[in-house]
């Protein structure tokens, strides 16, 4: 089975053993990626294995052979390439911190992963493809990556914001279930400048014509119900009517952008900085504690 969520360039995977050799035929499965082996031991206790490979169905075909627990795998890569030897370890390393920081399953890894050394922008690109692996998991029905009452990816954000009174912006969304909802009573600038993307003019338009946006203002146009959006990007867009990265962008009252916001989650699984230089997690110390 393949998953994916739009206006995303990664790709998830779920494969049951059994259906293994049948793999073959998916489009993207043996390019580099992270992958999670689930299953259980010989006293029915919960078992993961985090792992990475620079070609997901080979290492998931080695595997078939020399590990007996595993019942499934879940794989996610990437459909433009873009996942190098730098992301993979990276991303290995830290979905197996917060596996073992959870405690919901055993871990099988003998030895603990090696973190990747990032650059702080090529990092918070790969932040994000973990935010949206975790909601895809979450999907799944998978909360191996969520301590008790604690998750991983919150989207409890509260409000978020963009203002600009200058141009008369005074906009207002929450992010709920992974899409994002611009409320009612929004203001939009909606004058179309060259950088404007078209998909966001025809939007405006639409919903205008269907009195769903009134006049405010000059070129300001105030939102007469919630509208929903796949990504805080796409709001963001359709907001300022210029080319916007909604993470940057949407800010929470106390002045952080959803980006510092959805990083600081990130690094918060059981108080552990997960970025930071302390040791790393003993592979005995991940059990079913309750």
């Known amino acids: 089975m393949c998953i994916e969520l739009s206006n995303w360039s990664g790709l998830g995977f779920r494969i049951p053993r059994a259906q293994l050799a049948g793999a073959i035929n998916l489009e993207y499965v043996n390019t580099p990626g992270v992958y999670i082996l689930l299953g259980s031991n010989e006293e029915d206790e919960p078992m993961a294995y985090v792992g990475k490979s620079e070609a997901i169905l080979k290492r998931l075909n080695d595997h078939a052979v020399k590990k007996d627990f595993w019942t499934e795998a879940i794989a996610f890569v990437s459909k433009d390439g873009h996942l190098n030897a730098g992301h993979i370890g990276w991303l290995e390393s830290?979905?197996?911190?917060?596996?073992?920081?959870?405690?919901?399953?055993?871990?099988?890894?003998?030895?603990?992963?090696?973190?990747?050394?990032?650059?702080?922008?090529?990092?918070?690109?790969?932040?994000?493809?973990?935010?949206?692996?975790?909601?895809?998991?979450?999907?799944?029905?998978?909360?191996?990556?969520?301590?008790?009452?604690?998750?991983?990816?919150?989207?409890?954000?509260?409000?978020?914001?963009?203002?600009?009174?200058?141009?008369?912006?005074?906009?207002?969304?929450?992010?709920?279930?992974?899409?994002?909802?611009?409320?009612?009573?929004?203001?939009?600038?909606?004058?179309?400048?060259?950088?404007?993307?078209?998909?966001?003019?025809?939007?405006?338009?639409?919903?205008?014509?269907?009195?769903?946006?009134?006049?405010?203002?000059?070129?300001?146009?105030?939102?007469?119900?919630?509208?929903?959006?796949?990504?805080?990007?796409?709001a963001g867009v359709f907001v300022t009517f210029r080319s916007t990265n909604g993470r940057d962008a949407w800010k929470l009252q106390d002045g952080r952008t959803l980006k510092e916001y959805q990083n600081g989650e990130l690094e918060r699984v059981e108080g552990r900085n997960l970025f930071s230089d302390a040791e790393p997690l003993d592979p005995s110390t991940a059990s079913d504690e309750g």
């Open 94 to 234: 830290t979905i197996y911190k917060l596996v073992a920081s959870a405690r919901r399953v055993k871990l099988e890894n003998t030895v603990v992963p090696t973190e990747s050394t990032l650059s702080t922008a090529v990092r918070d690109g790969a932040t994000e493809y973990l935010l949206n692996a975790a909601f895809l998991l979450t999907a799944m029905g998978k909360n191996f990556l969520e301590s008790t009452g604690d998750r991983v990816a919150s989207q409890n954000t509260g409000t978020l914001f963009i203002r600009d009174y200058n141009r008369g912006i005074d906009a207002r969304g929450i992010l709920v279930d992974h899409q994002f909802i611009l409320l009612k009573g929004s203001r939009i600038h909606a004058r179309e400048v060259p950088s404007t993307p078209r998909k966001a003019v025809a939007l405006f338009e639409s919903l205008r014509d269907e009195d769903k946006l009134i006049l405010v203002g000059n070129e300001v146009f105030e939102t007469c119900e919630d509208l929903e959006f796949s990504s805080p990007s796409g």
